[in-house]
């Protein structure tokens, strides 16, 4: 899978892009990332190494704009974050952490979880 970066210029053109690329999976991780955050681009590659170990589709969602309303929409206050879908509707999320963003273990446990009820990290 090759990591689709795309800048999404409103909520509609963002869930279309993101609709189209996932198809009819249920559950679906969305990782909302910004260029300009060194912890995205860190995680990215975390994404990108552990690709093949996740069960889950995953969708990517570039954010870097912060007048983006993907920001508000989705209540997103630190990048990357993870988001979880299941048939769209929001079922988890894991928000990076501020200094330090999500790592390896976080991506692996978020993927793992997806498919309880209400995933909460």
Known sequence: MQIKKQIYKSIDE??????ENIG???????????????FCRSFLKVVEE??????HELA???ISDESNPLWE????????????FSKWEPVGRMDGVLGVGLGEEDLLKFDKAL??????C
């Open 50 to 55: 552990n690709k093949a170990r996740l069960k």
């Open 24 to 38: 009819s999976h249920d559950n679906v991780i969305v990782v909302s990332y910004a260029d300009w955050c060194p």
């Open 73 to 84: 929409k989705h209540k997103i206050k630190v990048v990357p974050t993870l988001i979880a």
């Open 14 to 19: 963002g869930m279309k892009s993101i609709t």
């Open 115 to 120: 498919g309880k009820t209400k995933l909460r």
């Open 60 to 62: 990517f969602e570039n």
